[in-house]
């Protein structure tokens, strides 16, 4: 009888059956073996990763760090100010550039208030005398120095006419391309 071995029915291996132990601090102990022998694998790899994390990111912090503490060179302050030099000339000559197209500005809009306060004058006293206004008034011919605020008119061109001088539509004939035209005769064959 020594000989006989006991297997389980379903082929599933079930430890045998232990007795609570009545000490609390062991029976912590079983647990927490338990658990290490379920998941200590998952918890190794979870530890192992979460310390390749933080040593990466000490590395990039150190780099990053060093990168920004490093003291500049008398070499890196040389160029960048000539760098800072070179953009303060540069800011200067295109605010110069700037002024002066605004002095001509300026002066070409004193030119056109004078004209026009002159022109008014004019007008108000061929007024007084009597005399047409028409006549009196007169357009820049350029329309740059008209300027933008200037609401003048254009003068007419020579239009062409949109059709002959002899273009009669009663008659039929002519430069137009509408004409009546009767239809076809016979049964449709559309359908």
């Not at 297997?7 to 912590?28: C, F, M, W």
């Not at 079983?30 to 918890?43: D, K, N, P, S, T």
């Not at 990039?60 to 302050?77: E, G, I, K, L, V």
């Not at 197209?101 to 002159?118: D, G, I, L, W």
Request: proline letters at 7%; one cysteine or more; glycine letters at 8%.
């Amino acid at each position: 009888m020594d000989d006989v071995e006991i297997e389980d029915v379903d082929g599933e291996y079930s430890p045998p059956h232990r007795a609570p132990l009545k000490n609390q601090d062991i029976s912590t102990v079983v647990y927490i073996g338990e658990f290490l022998a379920q998941y200590g694998w998952h918890l190794l790899v979870l530890t192992v990763g979460v310390y390749l994390l933080i040593q990466h990111l000490k590395k990039r912090r150190s780099r990053h760090s060093n990168h920004y503490t490093q003291p500049p060179t008398p070499q890196d302050a040389d160029v960048v100010a000539r760098r800072q030099e070179a953009m303060e000339a540069a800011r200067r000559k295109m605010q110069e550039e700037l002024d002066a197209k605004s002095a001509v500005f300026k002066e070409k809009q004193k030119q056109q208030e004078e004209e026009r306060r002159k022109q008014k004058i004019e007008m108000w006293e061929s007024m007084q005398q009597g005399k047409s206004c028409k006549g009196t008034t007169q357009l820049p011919q350029n329309p740059e120095e008209a300027g933008p605020s200037s609401t003048g008119l254009k003068p007419k061109t020579d239009k062409k006419p949109l059709r002959s001088a002899d273009y009669n539509p009663l008659t039929g004939q002519g430069g137009g391309s509408c004409s009546w035209r009767p239809g076809r005769r016979g049964p449709s064959s559309g359908g």
